[in-house]
């Protein structure tokens, strides 16, 4: 598995961003992790659609996207389902049609592979979640079985814990070099 | 017309404020003819003018240290003479920003350097500083408005952090200094104008 101080796999895929008709679709790619905006990148993933742990888990997600964006951090949900699963998803259930963040379709199971997620029998994707720093490395991981969900707050904590606050050379002390930052 | 009034005429003119404004202190020094009302007028005038900053820096300052002190009347006149100086909106909307997170610094780093315990320089400041990594003012004069905070809120580490951070980055001491010159006065003129 893609762990802790590894870049994030390079990938360029479909996602669903809307279910506006003719707006639905968008290639994501991952050259934005890496920028000098000081943008974050937090993916998270789930092994189905059309499932009953996943949609509680994504509207917890969507409910803190605001969260996330004041963090500076760009939000994606992902699945190997594909685009057109993704986005039927989205028209029929309630609690998803007014997302805000894009549903990554790795329908060729391709960068769940590579990010080694793949549950072996089913080839679905496990509960991972991912948080990238803006380099493009991966400083968080957390893996959930199957059917456990997750904790959206947990997320926001160890991004709060990630992201250097005390960029303030009042920060400084006795005998230690001021910041260059 | 007194001599003190038609000099307390004039600043009003020039602050942008009606002829009658009066605050406690003004009306004070009004009464007593104050000598200090002229001294007054021309430290506050000087506050815009520097040979080591531009007239837009000199506002800037100006205004972030207005915004620090909550003053009302000042903040304006200050982000109105920002505006005419070439400041856009990024810019007087960063020396609020710097206002206000340095305060928040001032205060939290003041409490670390007074009680000087290891314990509290161990748990992190849960303090958010992003707009320290690129502002729009640019590094060095994000730091020297903070300096200047710092001088004005009075957190001794936090003016020491600052300066050397900005000697480092090869500002002169004139510059500097300036900068504190500014933050004095627009201080003091915040006692007579509120």
Not at chain 1, 145 to 158: F, H, I, P, S
Not at chain 2, 31 to 41: A, L, N, T, V, W
Request: proline content about 3%.
């Amino acid at each position: 598995m893609i762990t802790i101080g590894q870049a994030f796999p390079k990938f360029s895929k479909t996602a669903v961003v809307s279910i506006e008709k003719g707006k639905e679709f968008e290639t994501i790619n991952s050259d934005y992790f890496t920028n000098e905006d000081n943008v974050w990148t937090v993916m998270f993933w789930w092994p189905k659609d059309f499932t009953f742990v996943c949609p509680t888990e994504i509207a917890e997600f969507n409910k803190a996207f605001g969260e996330f964006r004041d963090r500076d951090a760009r939000l994606i949900g992902a699945s190997t389902d594909s685009e057109f699963v993704h986005a039927a998803w989205r028209r029929d259930h309630d609690d998803l049609r007014d997302l805000k963040f894009p549903m990554l379709a790795d329908t060729s199971k391709s960068l769940a592979e590579e990010l080694g997620i793949l549950e072996p029998t089913e080839k679905v994707a496990y509960r991972a979640t991912f948080i990238i720093d803006p380099t493009g490395v991966v400083r968080w991981v957390c893996v959930n079985d199957l059917n456990v969900g997750r904790n959206v707050k947990e997320v926001l904590r160890v991004l709060d814990g990630l992201q250097t606050d005390e960029l303030c050379p009042c920060n400084w002390e006795k005998g230690q070099e001021t910041l260059n930052a | 017309m007194s001599e003190v009034t038609e000099t307390i005429n004039e600043l009003l003119q020039s602050i942008g404020l009606a002829a009658d404004y009066r605050t406690d202190s003004l009306t004070l020094l009004e009464q007593g003819e104050s000598r200090y009302i002229r001294d007054f007028k021309l430290n506050f005038t000087s506050t815009l003018t520097s040979e080591h900053l531009s007239t837009k820096e000199c506002a800037l300052l100006a205004l972030s240290v207005a915004v620090n002190n909550n003053n009302k009347p000042l903040t304006n006149y200050f982000t109105k003479y920002a505006e005419e100086q070439g400041a856009i909106a990024a810019d007087t909307a960063e020396a609020a920003a710097c206002a206000s997170l340095l305060a928040s610094n001032n205060i939290f780093y003041r409490f670390r350097h007074f009680t000087q315990k290891e314990k509290y320089t161990q748990i992190p400041a849960r303090i958010r500083m992003q707009i320290m990594m690129k502002p729009v003012t640019g590094k060095e004069f994000f730091e020297l408005m903070s300096l200047t905070i710092s001088a004005v809120n009075g957190c001794e580490m936090c003016v020491n952090a600052h300066e050397d951070s900005l000697i480092k980055m090869g500002t002169t001491e004139e510059r500097i200094f300036d900068a504190i010159r500014i933050a004095s006065l627009v201080t003091a003129s915040g006692k007579v104008i509120y």
